[in-house]
């Protein structure tokens, strides 16, 4: 037997047989190409480039037209228009109160009450600190009418205005009413507009009911539309 025979080979595992991995041994990371990433940050530079050119082109045209200046929508309503309609029906001169430019109507409608049994004169102003105040007029107020106009509201004091001196009614939530009945007829005014606002649209109130006179007439017409 040969010298070269007798040196035991190392021991090595048996075909089929594994090992525990060492732990040494750290596990083999990925790598990119250099031309495969090039092409990625080629794409991902074109994609920067893209959206920056598309904000430019856009730009000018945003600059160019600016968002408006405008509170929204007001619709154009012609208060006088419509109370001279409704005057054929009322049985009074429905108030057209002049609280100036600032107070827009956006509606104004004559009610024949036919669930309440009280037909009204009705107008809403959008007062100029973006509030609201609701007018209703009538020749037939009654207590329950009242307290589902002022939504039950308490009687809280008076104010003056326009020289007359109005009923104040408050929720305590925020909504209030001013009520006065003046010359044959009763008008509520109610919202949550501040007490100031509320104050230049009553004395309104009060110089359009002095400037025309009740007229009754009999109410067998309906108003056009």
């Known amino acids: 037997m040969s010298e070269t025979q007798d040196k035991s080979a190392p021991d090595t595992p048996a075909a089929g047989h594994g090992s525990a991995p060492d732990p040494a041994v750290q596990p083999v990371k990925p790598v990119i190409p250099a031309a495969a990433a090039k092409r ?8 920067i480039i893209a959206l920056v050119v598309s904000i430019a082109a856009f730009l000018p045209i945003v600059l160019m037209n600016p968002a408006p200046k405008s509170d929204g929508f007001r619709p154009d309503i012609d208060v006088s228009a419509v109370a001279g309609n409704a005057a054929d029906v009322a049985g009074f001169t429905p108030v057209t109160p002049d609280a100036g430019d600032t107070f827009s109507p956006n509606y104004a409608r004559w009610e024949a009450g036919t669930g309440t049994g009280v037909p009204t004169w009705e107008v809403g102003y959008l007062t100029p600190k973006e509030a609201f105040i609701g007018l209703v007029q009538t020749r037939k107020a009654n207590p329950t009418w009242l307290l589902q106009q002022t939504k039950n509201a ?9 020289g007359q001196e109005w009923e104040l009614r408050d929720t305590g939530r925020g909504e209030k009413s001013m009520v006065l009945n003046h010359r044959g007829t009763t008008v509520v005014l109610s919202g949550e507009a501040q007490l100031d606002e509320f104050a230049v649209l009553a004395a309104a109130v009060v110089k359009s009911l002095d400037s025309k006179p009740a ?11």
């Open 215 to 225: 007229v009754t007439v009999s109410p067998s017409v309906s108003p056009s539309p």
């Open 40 to 47: 990625a940050n080629a794409s991902v530079i074109g994609m």
């Open 154 to 162: 308490p009687v809280t004091g008076t104010r003056q205005a326009g």
